[in-house]
Structure formats: C-alpha cells, structure tokens
C-alpha cells in the first residue's frame, strides 16, 4: 500500500498550497507514490473521514500555517494523533510567520480594527463574529480567535520543519522522497541547508571585504545593479542572518533577501541576529549619525521579525487589558 499523506493549513496565506501545486510535472510522480488523504485546497476529504482512521495510519501530515484559532488548534491535534511523522510547512508554521505579527496586539483591537476601524467599513452597531449563535433554529459555531498567535511546536509535536515563505518545490520534493525512502534525519531537523544565503548568494563574489553603508534606501528608491552585491548598493538585504537553501529566487529577482527562511541552528533569535548584523554596517563612529543611519529602516520589527515574531524570545507585546 502506499504511504498515506496529509496536507493541512492554519494560518496562512495559501503560498504554501501553491508550492505543492509548483512542482508541476513532477506532481504527478508524487501523487503515483504516495495516497493523499487530506488536501483542503484540492480534494474533497473531510474531519471524520480523518477522524475515523487509526492512529498513526497516516504516515506524514504536512501541515502549514500559524495556530490562531481554536479550529487550527484542534485539527493540529488531530493530525499528530493520526500521522507517524508531523512536518511544519512554511514559515508561518514554523515561526510563526506574516501573522504572528498580530502578537503587536490583541484580537479585541484587531477585531474592533477589522470590524469598524477601517475608512470602507460600514457597521454602526459594531457587529463582531460569535463563537455561538442561533438562527432559523440552529445553532451556529465558528472558531475562536486566540488572543496570541502560535507557532505549530508550541502546540504539539513536530518532527521535522520546512523553511520559506513558500518553500521551493525542491525542498518539498526532497522531504517527500526522504519519506518514501526512510531517509530521514535526526528528528527536529530543519530540511534545508544549514548555512547563511550569503555563502551560496550568486553575487557574493562582489560583496566588500569591508561593507559599510553611509545610507539605507529602499528598492523603489533606485535602480538596483544585476550583477553586484545588493548590501553594496545600500539596500536593506537578510541574507547574512538568513538560513540558505530558497535557491535565492528574491537576489535571482533582483531583490533583497527578507529573511523568510530564518535563521540557522545557531541562532536562538532571527530578529535580534539581523538587527545586530545591519547595526554593524553603520559607517559611522558618531551616535548621532549611527541613530540617523538606522532610522532610515521602516518598521523594525515587521523588518526584522516580519517571520519569526511568535519564535522569538520577546514573543509578543504586551497589551494593557482594555477598560
């Protein structure tokens, strides 16, 4: 029989989903390996047919997204009940990603921002969504928002993790092939190269032994050279705190790197690595200019934990309750 795999979302934007779908061709060969049993976006399966398996009869559930609702909770649950190994896809899954950036709040102000806080929002009674309600006789439910967004580890255990915001299709190909061929490394292994971008950046040879920036620019800003460093060039780039192994698509593009990777087994906090990788670029030894120079930086934390917020040590602002 073939191995029976599970594809789950929580949180997320569905980019995870489309790198599933980007292994083009190639996605016919996995789906001749292996038996999908899962796949919200694309088949028709649901919670009970997963619920009326045997424990441990599903051998991977890939599963991608935050956990941000007592929905995403409970199906995470579920899954690792039901699969003999747990794989965190993606960097909302992983660390929490673009919406555990929702940890600057809380979800009484991001209900109260969604709800009625905005210029096109007509709602002058202030209507929010209900766990319970009843109508025509029959009681609704919807999920509960948690006040905290949470990474996947935080809820259940997780065996093996897959970077990006998406991961390529390469990597997701690979972890797939270690699966059918029991080729699997040490669990709460990382599946992809334990290295800095830097050290495989295709213009690393045009980085200065000695880079220093006078100036941070943002790319709408110039014309960003093809063919040189784009730290040189000052531009706001990760790839010196970010883990390797996305095939640098964003250089490839002519863009800098913004970290979706994360950061290598030897970082404990990616924000607080690239923060104090930029910091020393300053090309100033004067307080006042170093300040004047890092400014130019937007948003420091949705810069440097716009992936990782829920995973660092500081996970999330604290909120005064609201009266």
């Known amino acids: ?26 996605i016919l ?19 009970h047919h997963i619920e009326a398996m045997a424990d441990g009869e599903i051998a991977a559930a890939i599963i991608n997204g935050a956990i941000r609702s007592t929905e995403q909770e409970e199906w995470a649950h579920l899954l690792r009940r039901k699969a003999q190994v747990v794989i965190s ?53 919807l999920p509960v928002l948690f006040d905290t967004v949470r990474r996947l580890d935080e809820i259940i255990s997780v065996d093996y993790s897959i970077p ?8 997701l190909a690979d972890a797939v092939g270690a699966l059918l061929t029991g080729k699997l490394p040490e669990k709460g292994a990382v599946l992809a190269p334990d290295r800095a971008l830097c050290d495989e950046c295709p213009r690393k040879d045009t980085r200065p032994d000695k880079l220093l920036v006078a100036e941070f620019k943002r790319p709408h800003q110039v014309l960003i050279e093809d063919d040189k460093c784009i730290m040189a060039q000052g531009l706001l780039c990760l790839g010196p705190a970010t883990r390797s192994g996305c095939e640098s698509r964003c250089i490839q593009g002519n863009m800098p790197c913004t ?7 030897r970082v404990r ?45 500081l996970q999330r602002k604290r909120v005064t309750p609201h009266a």
């Not at 997320?12 to 790198?19: D, I, P």
């Not at 990006?164 to 990597?171: F, R, S, V």
């Not at 006042?288 to 400014?295: G, H, N, T, W």
């Open 269 to 313: 906090d990616y924000g607080a690595k690239a923060l104090s990788a930029v910091a020393s670029l300053a090309d100033s030894n004067d307080d006042a200019q170093i300040r004047k120079i890092l400014e130019a930086i937007p948003d420091p934390v949705g810069t440097f934990y716009r992936y990782s917020l829920p995973a660092a040590l």
């Open 164 to 171: 990006g915001c998406p991961p390529t299709p390469k990597l």
């Open 29 to 47: 060969d996995v789906a001749a390996a292996i038996d999908i049993v899962l796949w919200p976006v694309a088949t028709d399966f649901k919670r």
């Open 259 to 265: 970290g979706c990777f994360g950061p290598t087994s």
């Open 89 to 141: 896809f993606g960097a909302c899954a992983q660390l929490g990603g673009v919406p555990g950036l929702a940890n600057l709040s809380d979800r009484q102000a991001i209900l109260q921002t969604v709800y009625s806080g905005t210029p096109s929002t007509l709602n002058p009674e202030g209507v929010t969504p209900q766990p319970a309600s009843r109508s025509n006789g029959h009681d609704l439910h």
């Open 1 to 26: 029989m073939k191995p029976k795999v599970a594809f789950y979302w929580c949180a997320s934007c569905g980019g995870c989903e489309e790198a599933v779908v980007d292994l083009a061709e190639s």
